[in-house]
């Protein structure tokens, strides 16, 4: 008898999203996967994800994805590769990583990963063979590092109200962030809360996005200005009689001081500097101040910035002016990271970390592997690189010199990837992947609080295989230190930290499908203390010495000395002058995320083609018409694309959506190649929408 296909299964998104979506998988008759949708029974997801992931059948069965491993055999960056197997790709690794080692040292290889899976174990199992051999650390900042140490200043604690709640709630802040391309849940619980309670949706951000064309209230700053916008409203709050004195003398650090501080930050001064009227700061203070039931949900977006990290803390400070933690459906939240309190030891090898090994900074690759001293902290060159999870070549900052990096020849380059990105056309071997429906995984939830199984669902194609095969195959190839976790399977993993985290078995979560970690209520908003010593919402924090989930070996980076006391405008941004007249920011695509689905047809086809958003006006001031051919650049480098004309971008703010393949662009540069990799101020992270450019016609297009 043969078996019949399943008509339906259950799984997590895996993508770099908040939204971690729980997910039923539905299945066609002949056993392929038809399509994916949100689970209905999970509160947080409630039956919504996005389009790109509902057809998720389009990239698992993609004609280009990667099916066998590869050898180089042209030039590095052609693209032309011989098929090898597997057996003789991981014996020709260990071989050249051992190689590395003996010549330079094993801080000479360095494995790199990011967020293309946030599976805890096929994402972190790299940390057990970097920490078994003494491999390079490596220091993520790409991503959340001003976002959480803004929030973490304040709070003391990654931890925030139930997302949940804004379905309660009477007005939702939408702060940085563009829910409707990035994270369709916020707006699944915003448009509840406006449907069933009449909820007012208030949105700041840098142009009017999809998320902010849906609102009640849409405020457009200039980028890196939205201190001087927090700080307007708590000026108008205190001015006003809003400011809920009660609470602030019970829960804050300093509030008279915070109130003389912000005398002269007035409606006015900040209009100046963020390019709105002043009377519409007025209006969105008055109404935050009169609405006790408000939620703030504050993003990313807006802290990738210079100043970033005192954007999102000054934003964080207006709930704590306001007293709006005491309400359900009030408050202010971020991230729910420090609540899923998990046991690693089996997936990471932390007992065998030794602080002693360099941590390089993921966002400096292109410095490290040109053979920047100072990036290198030190140590010897990186000779070989083991690449998971991550395509550095089109994400990361500075990408003219992360390209003439990756080109060395010296450089022994592994990468473990679903298509040929523009990292893997860099490799000496490329090894093909599996996908999540592919492999048994657990996820958390950074903008809920559900921990939640991803099983398998398929089996994979014949070639690709999941990241801790690759991982596990190679530290027994390498002569690594003797760890139990190179012997259990995924299913192993999952069930171990399970049992050693106190939250039951694998077997248990096969039935719920995803654990509820929410604090109750009063934890959560933090009415028995905030998360610092005192127990209070800090105003003040003690910048390089704040805490911060993500903190790097050593000193803090950049002009941290100069961060203001208090929350304020601090103009640490790349600012625009006579040659780079625009700042540039580099946006999500509703329908990419990062460079995943850019290979998709249905993707690409939605979001067209590269292009750069400018004002009408300013545009014709350029001699800029509407398609035109332009080209885009710093000292970085120079992009060619094409122009459209947007009214509702901030003045002198040029937005660039999408990160597109690089070769989607005429001459090969993708849009980071104008992005900084400095690190921000006080302990790392990529500014990635901050970035001043002048914008040029190309004449005779």
């Known amino acids: ?133 003494g491999y ?57 809360a406006r449907k069933k309670r009449g909820a007012r949706i208030i949105v700041v951000d840098v142009y009017e996005t999809e998320t902010m064309k849906q609102a009640d209230i849409g405020l457009v700053v200039k980028p890196g200005t939205d201190a001087a916008l927090a700080c307007a409203i708590m000026h108008v709050l205190f001015r006003d ?68 990290v005192v954007g999102m803390h000054a934003a964080c400070s207006i709930a704590a002016v306001t007293g709006c933690w005491t309400q359900e459906g009030g408050g202010a939240f971020h991230n729910n990271g420090a609540i899923y309190e998990l046991n690693k030891e089996m997936i990471e090898a932390g007992s065998l970390r030794d602080p002693s090994v360099r941590a390089l900074d993921q966002s400096l690759v292109g410095r490290i592997l040109s053979g920047d001293e100072a990036a290198l902290l030190g140590g010897p060159p ?17 990408q003219d010199r992360v390209k003439k990096g990756f080109l060395r020849e010296d450089l022994f380059t592994v990468v473990h990837e679903q298509f040929l990105t523009e990292t893997a056309r860099m490799a000496d071997i490329v090894l093909p992947a599996t996908q999540f429906l592919e492999h048994d995984d657990i996820y958390k939830g950074g903008g809920h609080q559900y921990l939640l199984l991803g099983p398998k669902a398929v089996e994979p194609p014949a070639g690709p295989k999941e990241n801790i095969f690759v991982i596990n195959e190679i530290a027994g190839r390498v002569d690594s230190k003797s760890h139990p976790g190179f012997d259990l399977g995924a299913r192993d993993h999952i069930d171990w930290m399970l049992k050693n985290s106190g939250y039951g078995t694998l077997a248990e979560l096969e039935v719920s499908r995803w654990i509820d970690l929410q604090p109750d209520f009063d934890t959560a908003h933090y009415l028995k203390g905030f998360g610092h010593a005192d127990g209070r919402f800090h105003f003040r924090p003690d910048w390089g010495r704040s805490p911060s989930p993500n903190k790097p070996d050593g000193d803090p980076f950049g002009p941290w000395q100069s961060m203001p006391e208090l929350p304020d405008q601090w103009n640490s941004i790349e600012a625009a002058d006579d040659r780079h007249p625009f700042r540039l920011v580099t946006a999500p ?44 650049g710093n000292d970085r480098g120079v992009v060619t694309l094409h122009a459209r004309l947007v009214a509702a971008v901030a003045p002198g703010t040029v937005i660039s959506e999408g990160l597109w393949p690089n070769d989607a662009f005429e001459d090969g540069r993708g849009i980071n190649t104008l992005t900084g990799a400095d690190p921000v101020a006080p302990y790392g992270g990529a500014a990635y929408h901050d970035t001043a450019v002048w914008v040029r016609v190309v004449q005779g297009a």
């Open 136 to 192: 390079s650390r490596q220091f993520d900042s790409f991503c959340t590092n001003m976002a959480w140490t803004g929030y973490v200043a304040g709070t003391g604690r990654l931890a925030g109200p139930d997302p949940r709640e804004m379905a309660l709630s009477d007005q939702i802040v939408i702060w940085g962030t563009n829910p409707v391309a990035t994270q369709v849940n916020v707006m699944t619980h915003a448009i509840a």
């Open 382 to 398: 990186v000779k070989a690189m083991l690449i998971q999870n991550t395509n550095p070549v089109s994400v990361a900052p500075e």
């Open 1 to 133: 008898m043969t078996s019949q296909p399943p008509k339906n299964a259950f799984s997590a998104c895996p993508h770099d999203c908040p939204s971690t979506c729980a997910l039923e998988v539905q299945f066609d008759a002949d056993g392929t996967i038809r399509r994916l949708k949100g689970a209905r029974d999970n509160a947080y997801t409630a039956g919504v994800i996005c389009a790109k992931v509902a057809r998720y059948a389009e990239r698992l069965y993609h004609p280009d994805r990667l099916l066998k491993p590869m050898r180089r055999v042209g030039a590095k960056g052609e693209g032309r590769f011989e098929e090898i197997s597997w057996e003789a790709a991981l014996d020709l690794i260990a071989e050249k990583f051992l190689a590395a080692e003996a010549e330079f040292g094993a801080e000479s290889v360095w494995p790199y990963h990011y967020a293309g899976t946030m599976g805890l174990v096929q994402r972190d199992s790299i940390h057990r063979l970097r920490h078994a051999k």
């Open 241 to 308: 009689g809003h400011a809920d004195r009660d609470y602030l003398e019970r829960y804050t650090d300093c509030p008279a001081e915070l109130e003389a501080h912000l005398k002269d930050r007035t409606p006015a001064w900040a209009a100046r500097i963020t390019g709105l009227d002043a009377h519409r700061i007025e209006e969105a203070a008055r109404l935050i101040g009169s609405v006790r039931k408000t939620y703030f949900r504050l993003g990313y977006g807006f802290t990738r910035s210079r100043n970033g």
């Open 589 to 632: 695509a509703r329908s990419f995320l990062n460079s995943s689905f850019n290979e998709t047809e249905t993707s690409r086809k939605k979001e067209g083609r590269p292009e750069v958003w400018l004002r009408p006006e300013e545009a014709a001031r350029l001699g800029i018409a509407e398609g035109a051919r332009v080209r885009m």
